[in-house]
């Protein structure tokens, strides 16, 4: 299993430990919720696992006025699940922190070149325009499919559709793709996003025809696919963003969200005892909160214990955040730190503080035990 090499010292996490430390650097700093067959119950029985689950910990947030990011664990045969989600995520970059969470928590199990799929299933206008050429299309390739799929075709389109993508049918490059047949709403979500993950070099790829949940998915769909420990290609993790209003008898408001396939179960009551920060990110302004936000994943390949408040609106708000983690120091990124590839020091204790380069904070910050 693939774990960060510390440049401490010789020591080694675990990856229970290496999962918590994902959760924190990325704003998952709440206790983990469990979900079991209990929480599920309210589900309908026609979605698959890796949706019910999202849809599960989303209905346990309830009513929220702010982007709220939450995570949750689940026993799985063989392993486990680590579920990552953000609700009522208003501020776009909150969709990166969750697919950067469980990219960081795929690399961690072990999964080389991880790496994105994206795909849009669009807004109710979107799927109309998807479904009406979806079933043009059985209509006039009827004599050269299986017998099984058209009779599939009459109650699930969609279902049809994934069937002959899973016999590798000769037709396949002919079936419509729903990113074709984006309302223009959804085309300028679907667009947003693409840029946002290249702003933060998240490296992603197209993929048309991912396989998502109709009734459940809104907009946009993700996957994270890469190589086992045998070199087989694998995907690791699905979600996407979600309808609200799936959950019955609970207050579900919009949500992004994905679920992440580990090799091993993971208690999440060991979140308790996760070390204190040994540094927290600050940033000031827009263009140095991207910058924050690549700084993330840098600190947290050092193995550096990480604090972070980047969805906060205000400095003040950050620095109370930052005060109450008890961090050790706080890294400060403005606008011109962000131009400059540097970043403000501050001694928690002390309260001084110094300019330094982005690669010798790495440095200093990794050699301090948490």
Known sequence: MALRTLERGVDRESFEQSVFSVARAYGFTSQPATLSRKNLSDIPDDLDKDA???????????AVTATTQ???????????????AAASPKVSIAQAFVVKAALSTAES??????????????????RKRYLRE???????????????????????????????????HELVPSLPRTIDY?????????????????RLGIEYDLEPRLPC????????????????RKGNTVCVARGGRFDPEVKKGAVCQEFVGISVTVPEAIDGRRAKNAPLPACFVVHVGE???????TLLDSLWRAQVSLGQALLAETISEQMAQAQESQAKYVAIIGQREALDDTVIIKNASTQLQETIAVDKLILKMSRIRA
């Open 52 to 62: 019910a689950l999202l849809i599960a910990l989303s209905g346990s947030v309830g």
């Open 70 to 84: 939450v995570w949750a664990t689940a026993k799985k045969s063989g392993g486990g699940v680590i579920v990552f």
């Open 109 to 126: 199990a072990g999964i080389k070149n991880p790496r994105v799929l994206v795909s849009s299933v669009g807004d109710v206008e979107s």
């Open 134 to 168: 979806l079933g043009n299309f059985f209509k006039k390739c009827g004599k050269e499919l299986p017998e099984t799929v058209l009779e599939h075709a009459v109650r699930d389109p969609d279902g049809a559709a994934m069937l002959l993508i899973d016999a590798k």
């Open 182 to 198: 984006l309302s223009e709403s959804s085309r300028k979500i679907m667009l947003e996003t693409i840029s946002l993950f290249e």
């Open 213 to 228: 949940t109709p009734d459940v998915n809104r907009e946009l769909v993700f996957a994270i696919e890469g190589e086992d």
């Open 287 to 293: 263009a140095a909160k991207f910058k924050a936000f």
